[in-house]
């Protein structure tokens, strides 16, 4: 297995009509910055977006969908708490609170330790106790995921579109989504995160055998 590792936050909404909304915001990754938008409809349709065919394949091959496409995923940040995502067909924004206890926890930890395979592993059954979400897992053969958390806001107001209609008030991130081992935290929040995939040797970083 070799090792990709991926920084930057993920931001997990739910919305009154039952669609739910996965945002990757990544500042440092093997693709250079990138967003992805995984949407998942009240109906289950799971679909990915992302702005290249090489980042759609590389997640598409690390996390399962219904349809994938290839669009410009925009997202802007100001005052580190207004983010605003353009995802055609899709619309999001939405504000973060003040860090939780469990982001002040999750701070505390220094960042070496915090993305370590053993020390994300330890924390696998509190976090699903916690916060209805795993650590790490695998949802394709030959990937393994680690999700090293480092801090977390609470999302506390969104409003979103999709193809024109509105979404819904925000809501938790119930029934989980189905896109890989496991969902995002139930509470609507952004996570800042390490994630390392280890990708089985012989495999492209795309999930083509090489």
Same mark, same amino acid.
């Given at each position: ?15 009154? &009509? ?8 990544? +500042? ?7 967003? !992805? +938008?995984?949407?998942?409809? %009240? ?6 977006? %992302?702005? &290249? #065919?090489?980042?759609? !394949?590389?997640?598409? $091959?690390?996390?399962?969908? !219904?349809? *994938?496409?290839?669009? =410009?995923? /925009?997202? /802007? ?17 939405? /504000? ?8 002040? %926890? ?9 993305? #370590? ?10 976090? /699903? ?24 806001? =609470?999302? +506390? ?14 809501? =938790? ?9 496991? $969902?995002?935290? $139930?509470? =609507?929040?952004?996570?800042? +995160?390490?994630?390392?995939? %280890?990708?089985?040797?012989?495999? $492209?970083?795309?999930?083509? *055998?090489?």
């Amino acid at each position: 297995m070799r090792t990709l590792r991926f920084d930057g936050w993920i931001a997990g909404i739910g919305t009154a &009509s039952g669609a739910r909304v996965v945002l990757g915001h990544w +500042v440092r990754s093997p693709f250079g910055p990138f967003s !992805d +938008v995984m949407f998942e409809a %009240a109906g289950g349709h799971r679909l990915l977006l %992302a702005p &290249s #065919r090489e980042t759609a !394949d590389f997640v598409a $091959s690390t996390y399962v969908f !219904d349809e *994938v496409r290839v669009a =410009p995923v /925009r997202v /802007r940040v100001t005052d580190r708490r207004h983010w605003a995502v353009s995802a055609a067909p899709l619309e999001l924004r939405f /504000r973060t609170g003040r860090r939780s206890a469990t982001g002040l %926890a999750l701070r505390a930890v220094p960042g070496l330790i915090a993305t #370590r395979p053993d020390w994300i592993a330890l924390w696998d059954r509190p976090a /699903r106790l916690l916060l209805g979400a795993r650590t790490h897992g695998s949802a394709r053969p030959g990937r393994h995921q680690w999700y090293g958390a480092r801090d977390l806001h =609470p999302v +506390v107001s969104a409003t979103a579109t999709y193809e024109g209609a509105r979404l819904g008030a925000l809501a =938790p991130v119930e029934p989980p989504v189905r896109f890989g081992f496991g $969902s995002t935290p $139930s509470r =609507p929040c952004v996570v800042r +995160v390490t994630t390392s995939v %280890a990708v089985e040797r012989g495999r $492209s970083r795309t999930g083509a *055998v090489s």
